[in-house]
Every structure is written in C-alpha cells, then in structure tokens.
C-alpha cells in the first residue's frame, strides 16, 4: 500500500457527511485526495487534478455517476474507476461493468471492502503501468515519482510533461493524435496548439531534442 503514497484520489459524492469522512480518512494514504459535489463538478474537478482513482456515487443532482463516468470513457481516461452506490440491483452492476467500471462497491462502505479495492488498483498498476520505463541507456520515467531520471540525475517534471511523456512510452511505434493527447493528457479540455508545443519544448529541454518527433498535422510519437 506504499505506492498509494505517491497517487491522487477524486471523490464525487453529493452527501456531504459521506464526502468529508471519506477524505478525512483518506488523506493519511494517498498524495492528493480531492472532491465533489456532483458530476459536474466532478468533471470540472478532473480535468484541473487528472487523478490516479475516480471514486464516483450514482444518484446524485446535475450529473450522475454514470454520466460522469461515461464523459470519462469517451476522454480516453485512464484513471481507475470506483463507483459506490447504495444500489445493488444486478441491472445496474451489468450496466458498471459495460461502462468499463474497474470496482463497484456498494455502502455502507466497509473499510475492508475498501482496501481490498485500492489493493486491486495496485495490482493492476502492476500489470499495466511499469513503475520503471526506459527512453534511453541512461534515460528513464518512474512512474510513482513521476519523474525523469538522466544518469541517474533526478529530472523534475510538471503533471502535464509527465503525462505527454508517459503516453508517448506506452506505443513507441506509435504516433498519438493531437485529439488522443488533449483527452489523456488535458483531461478531454482544450487544448491550444501553442499549449502543447509549451509542453514538447520544455521536455526537449530536459531529454534532448530528438526523442519526440512532430508528425505534421497528426500529433507527436517517440523515436
């Protein structure tokens, strides 16, 4: 549970008892706990923080859980995704698991229950996320620092460096779209093109110029 550390949570709950206990407790385990009070705001909430989990309720005003959550979806996210709901109908819990729903956890939330889940986006990270990536001999990304490191020199980057970063050492053979990186790395917001050329610039300052390649009128991939 270490690696809970170095990760950001968004709860998107409308009870505001539910919603304070929850962050007051998780506070102590993760990096960042943030939250909401609807879906909109919890949108609006996701694409200011990008966060590691999305833990979501489903009744709620403005916009439900799983509208927000299929807003997620259609953004490409990559966050992990937790709906808890008072709900247990089995409509429902097959309609969490069409939507891509990583955990359905149903409340009163059991502390146990909730653990076992963060322990399953753990393995999952193991699975899915390396927690060391390499760009060169001596270049590489760590992911729970979310830094780069340069023979061995600690390389500091910003959420939105790392991300762009990240998403381009996922397919090395692959050129991601301008639409594929304002979804995963904006959060499915606007994004500028002098905006993304702020963030290729400033990573070619930090790994060199010939990492990233512009492809022209498509979006970036990694050499």
Do not use: C
């Not at 385990?29 to 705001?41: L, M, P, R, S, Y």
């Not at 390499?134 to 760590?142: A, G, P, Q, R, T």
């Amino acid at each position: 549970m270490e690696r809970l550390k170095s990760k950001t949570i968004l709860i998107v709950e409308d009870e505001k008892t539910i919603r304070e206990n929850l962050a007051s407790m998780l506070k102590f385990f993760f990096k960042e706990v943030h939250t909401a009070i609807d879906g909109h705001d919890g949108l609006d909430k996701y694409e200011q923080y990008l966060p590691d989990i999305v833990m979501t309720d489903l009744k709620m005003p403005n916009m439900s859980g799983f509208e927000l959550l299929e807003e997620l979806i259609k953004r490409d996210s990559t966050s992990y995704k937790i709906i808890v709901s008072a709900h247990t109908d089995k409509e429902l819990l097959f309609k969490a698991i069409e939507k891509g729903i990583n955990r359905y956890l149903v409340k009163p939330i059991i502390e146990n229950e909730l653990f076992e889940t963060f322990e399953a986006y753990l393995k999952n990270l193991e699975k899915t996320q390396p927690m060391i990536i390499k760009i060169d001999d001596d270049i590489y990304l760590e992911s729970d620092k979310k830094s780069l490191f340069i023979s061995e020199l600690e390389i500091h980057l910003n959420k939105k460096e790392f991300l762009f970063l990240k998403l381009l050492l996922s397919n090395d053979n692959k050129t991601f779209t301008y639409e594929e990186i304002e979804n995963i790395v904006w959060g499915g917001a606007l994004m500028s093109q002098s905006a993304i050329r702020s963030v290729v610039r400033d990573l070619r300052k930090k790994i060199g110029e010939k990492y990233i390649i512009n492809v022209s009128g498509i979006g970036y991939r990694l050499k």
